[in-house]
């Protein structure tokens, strides 16, 4: 689904962040990614969605070479990205309308997506929550619905940045059997071992 | 002013379910007509018009006089500057100052102005959700750029206010004493540059993410707003009082 053939990136300041670097994701793969800080991992989760573009290297993604920004159109519908910091993702009012933005975005009708809304807040087990002013949650809380608001979009890959840091353990438990249980592929990226470990069928390791 | 808690915007009241087309159209006239106007009659039923409307809407009335003390807090420089400055017939005489008729008569009418423009918005804009007045905004073909930039603002305000926040703590949990020196100085500086770099980098952040969920330019809404009967009516009698406001202001009956 998603193969990346020896890319290449340097950041503007000349630090060389990926060199030469080969993934694939096939259907079923649920990769987990480890790496010190700096190795490259969000860039990599950005390459993908086309946020960046990469020096060197080839991004092909469901059997498509994808290069321009008119490529990644289809890329961003097909595949879910979960920033690391849920602030950046959660920029609507409400809780409901955060959840809907993706759906009605990829052409939802409007009572499908509150369908989709009402759907994933059990699935997160954050039932009730839909007028609740989404900057006003905890940190969890907003983890959580950020999670949500990707999983709404029902895509077919998903992109996994830190999803466990700040959840408390009930949080963790519900992510880890929503992840288990779900079909799709995903490529996660945490410092916590152990429970990347819980979550993946591969795990690669990233140098510096 | 932005209401970041919403805080108001929760409630049933009629006035709170009111149309937020009509609250808007409502605020503009009303703000139109008493910026311009000058008599002090018409300004006073402007004013028992807000307070009219921040009674029916059932606001904490303590938290509404906590925001008009902000308006008023300006207002106050003015009684302190106006008269004393104003040309015309003395009121009152303390050593050299001397207080003038017209100066008190013209800081009386832009207290009354802007409270009761002030208590208007608090009564009308803050009864409303954010999202409800966007979409408002849009059916009154307010340019979208225009509504967008009012939404995020209002989204990223209280996301700068906590980052600035976090800084000046962690300012302060260094030892950082605020006083009128260079190094105070140039602390602050470095403060709200440091803000103005993490709020540009958080702006592409955002936009990011937005196209990482399918964003092409445009938003969609969830809700629809729908004009009752009842709305009618009541817009009806805004109207009315407007129109009677600016007839008050023309001078068409003795005042």
Redesign the interface.
């Known amino acids: 689904m998603i193969e990346l053939k020896n890319i290449s990136y340097q950041y503007q300041n000349g630090e060389q962040v990926l060199d030469d670097f080969n993934l694939t994701l096939e259907p079923g793969d649920k990769i987990g990614l480890v790496g010190p800080n700096g190795s490259g991992k969000t860039t990599l989760f950005?390459i993908i969605?086309g946020?960046l573009a990469p020096d060197e290297g080839e991004v092909i993604i469901f059997d498509q070479p994808r290069e321009k920004e008119e490529d990644f159109?289809e890329v961003?519908?097909r595949?879910?990205?979960m920033?690391q910091?849920s602030?950046?993702?959660l920029?609507?009012?409400?809780v409901?309308?955060d959840l809907?933005?993706?759906p009605?975005?990829?052409g939802k009708s409007?009572e499908e997506?509150?369908e989709i809304v009402q759907e994933t807040l059990k699935l997160i087990g954050m039932e009730g929550f839909e007028k609740k002013?989404s900057?006003?949650l905890s940190g969890g809380q907003k983890r959580m619905i950020a999670f949500g608001?990707?999983l709404a979009?029902q895509t077919e890959v998903l992109l996994l940045d830190e999803p466990f840091s700040g959840l408390d353990e009930d949080a963790i438990e519900r992510m880890v059997g929503i992840l288990n249980d779900t079909d799709r592929s995903y490529i996660i990226v945490s410092h916590n071992g152990e429970l990347i470990e819980r979550v993946t069928n591969k795990l690669y390791y990233m140098n510096e | 002013m932005i209401n970041i808690n919403q805080g108001f915007a929760q409630g049933s009241s009629w006035v709170h379910q009111l149309d937020p087309r009509i609250k808007i159209i409502t605020i503009f006239l009303l703000a139109t007509v008493l910026a311009v106007g000058e008599s002090i009659v018409m300004l006073l039923q402007a004013l028992v018009f807000s307070s009219f409307l921040i009674l029916s809407a059932k606001l904490d009335l303590k938290e509404v006089g906590k925001r008009l003390m902000v308006v008023n807090f300006f207002i106050l420089g003015i009684w302190l500057f106006v008269p004393l400055t104003y040309p015309g017939e003395a009121l009152f005489q303390v050593g050299p100052l001397s207080f003038s008729i017209p100066g008190v008569i013209y800081a009386t009418k832009i207290t009354l102005r802007s409270n009761a423009i002030m208590l208007g918005i608090i009564a009308l804009l803050s009864t409303s959700t954010v999202s409800s007045l966007m979409q408002a905004m849009r059916y009154l073909y307010i340019p979208e750029k225009i509504v967008y930039l009012f939404f995020f603002v209002y989204r990223y305000v209280h996301v700068i206010w906590k980052e600035f926040n976090r800084l000046h703590d962690s300012m302060l949990m260094r030892g950082f004493k605020s006083e009128t020196s260079l190094h105070s100085y140039r602390s602050y500086a470095y403060l709200i540059g440091m803000l103005i770099i993490r709020s540009y980098d958080r702006s592409r952040r955002v936009y990011e993410a937005m196209l990482c969920r399918g964003f092409r330019g445009e938003f969609h809404n969830l809700d629809e707003l729908s004009f009752s009967s009842r709305d009618l009516k009541i817009f009806s009698g805004i109207l009315f009082f407007i129109s009677w406001i600016i007839i008050v202001e023309k001078g068409v009956f003795l005042v």
Request: net charge negative; proline share 3%; charged share 30%.
């Open positions: 950005k969605m946020l159109i961003r519908e595949v879910g990205f920033f910091d602030d950046d993702l920029f609507c009012p409400t409901e309308e809907a933005f993706g009605l975005n990829l409007k997506a509150k002013v900057y006003r608001a990707i979009m």
